[in-house]
């Protein structure tokens, strides 16, 4: 197997892009003509779909609470008394990264000023804000001006970056974090000699908000544990900055994205960084940094770690909440097209699939369970991404229409109906997802009438509309732009 993957790459590898869109397409297909041909199958397909999706909720609902009382509980607690405890800890020097292109001064500012307020002694964080050079060199240096002269005397460093193009790379925020962290290590490390033992690196959308005590808990947490440097930490990002400015049809999908980020945190089995997640500024030089062909960033560098170690890396889940944009245009149908562009690009990250296959076929030293266990929850993730909703929605009332002689027989008229019982006891758990939205989510704005806050919970008889529109249909654009080698272009995503 493995003389043949090494002797013919570029053939597996396109195999390889073809299987998520194979595998979607099919599983979506099935029940319209297996119901014909094997209908019985269908039919236990369709109701073991459905139990596994109750489980699923089951354990949302169960992981987001225990999230919840642990948040909670380090929200509350005094990180610095137990950072200062330790006799290096005025060595820790934390690097932020701020990848940006194009985003507004103000954006900026309201992230700045998060990390202004942070409980962690600021003159120990280097903040670097990685521009792109195809932004307007005057746009960016009257942005730069304003954010050095308001915040770089709170910093150790304010360093700017500006990223070009090279041949080889691909517009994106991986290629961009690449440039700026060799950048900050030729310019901490290599001149100024600062310890890359005692760094952590943090990636940062520009629009991020942190808490107080993030880079506290982030500093006891790299002290506090001799296997630092097979740590990623990860927090829970929360899509809750501009919730209140959404249309209903993308703020359901924004408020399960929120629910579903924070349910992942007591999951070690299965958390990977996201979004916004720090390591070891060690880690990353020694697996070479961010790709920069590459789209997908924050999984492919934790499995980019994960092989170059032969296994052993895992994500810790930091107890604190970081606030994030959601997308949002200036109109309605802006909004609506800002967010689907955006569940493309998430989707996208299924483009990892033929590298991290490929690594798992040909790791020896990796040991294998621990392998099998990521990447089958890669596959569960990405590879069902289009598919839940067409199963879930009308994976078996629509094929007993079609052949409705099947539907006639004792074991199409009870599966219809048992699926039904089996979704509308998991519809039970969004009780814990309203709570926890409702104390996590910012608090009503003036302009927005009470009424409208009390009806919230109703608008999730949208889940159906905004489920199809924002997550089936995304992820299989991105699977079948996959499977016929009809690649992505990286697109900021609009946010007001």
């Known amino acids: 197997m493995r003389g043949f993957i090494t002797k ?79 006799p290096d800890a005025q060595r820790v020097h934390h690097v932020v990264i701020i990848p940006t292109y194009k985003e507004p001064l103000h954006i900026l500012e309201r992230t700045f000023n998060s990390l202004v307020a942070q409980e962690f002694p600021t003159k120990q964080m280097t903040l670097v804000l990685a521009m792109e050079g ?22 150790a460093n304010l360093f700017v970056t500006v990223h070009e193009l090279e041949i080889g790379e691909v517009t994106g925020k991986s290629s961009n974090e690449r440039h700026a962290a060799i950048w900050t290590k030729k310019e901490l490390i290599d001149k100024r ?38 740590l990623f930490w990860q927090p829970a990002v929360m899509f809750y900055n501009n919730i209140w400015a959404l249309p209903a049809i993308t703020r359901v999908p924004n408020t399960l994205s929120t629910i579903w980020n924070f349910s992942q945190l007591p999951r070690r089995d299965r958390l990977l960084s996201q979004q916004n997640y720090s390591l070891s500024f060690k880690l990353l030089d020694e697996v070479g940094y961010w790709d ?10 934790f499995f980019k770690a994960f092989f170059a170690k032969k296994g052993g890396i895992e994500v810790e889940p930091l107890y604190l909440p970081v606030y994030s944009d959601a997308a949002q245009g200036q109109t309605l149908f802006q909004t609506l097209k800002s967010y689907y562009q955006q569940q493309v690009r998430w989707a996208w990250g299924v483009s990892d699939t033929p590298w991290i296959l490929k690594n798992y076929l040909l790791s020896k030293d990796v040991p294998f369970f621990e392998k099998t266990m990521r990447v089958l929850y890669f ?13 879930i929605t009308i994976g078996v009332t629509l094929p007993t229409i079609l052949n409705p002689a099947f539907g006639r027989t004792s074991l199409g008229y009870m599966v ?3 699926s ?10 969004l009780v814990v997802m309203f709570i926890i939205d409702n104390i996590y989510k910012p608090k009503r704005p003036k ?49 007001v």
């Not at 920069?292 to 560098?301: L, M, N, R, T, V």
């Not at 596959?379 to 199963?391: G, M, R, S």
């Open 416 to 418: 219809p109906k048992l």
């Open 447 to 495: 302009e927005i009438p009470a009424w409208r806050a009390l009806l919230t919970p109703l608008e999730f008889v949208l889940m159906p509309i905004a489920g199809f529109f924002f997550s089936a249909l995304p992820g299989l654009d991105a699977h079948t732009r996959l499977m016929l080698g009809k690649y992505l272009e990286y697109r900021v995503t609009e946010k």
């Open 134 to 155: 195809k932004e307007p060199r005057q746009d960016r240096e009257a942005k730069v001006n304003t954010l050095k002269k308001k915040f770089e005397r709170y910093f």
């Open 420 to 429: 039904s019982l089996i979704l509308t006891l998991a519809l039970g758990f």
């Open 193 to 230: 000699n600062l310890d890359i033992g005692y760094m952590t690196i943090t990636s940062s959308d520009a629009d991020h908000i942190f808490h107080p005590k993030h880079f506290a808990v982030l500093a006891y947490k790299f002290l506090d544990n001799p296997k630092r440097y097979q």
């Open 8 to 86: 013919n790459e570029r053939l597996v590898y396109r195999i390889l892009e073809i299987l998520p869109g194979f595998f979607s397409w099919n599983i979506i297909l099935f029940p319209y003509w297996g119901i014909f041909l094997v209908p019985t199958l269908v039919a236990y397909f369709v109701l073991g779909f459905n139990i596994y999706w109750f489980y699923q909720s089951l354990q949302i609902a169960v992981t987001s609470t225990i999230s919840h009382l642990k948040i909670q509980a380090a929200m509350a607690y005094n990180w610095m008394a137990d950072v200062n405890g330790f």
């Open 379 to 391: 596959i569960q993730a990405h590879f069902f991404w289009p598919v839940n909703w067409f199963i």
């Open 292 to 301: 920069p062909d590459k789209i997908p960033e924050d999984w492919g560098i």
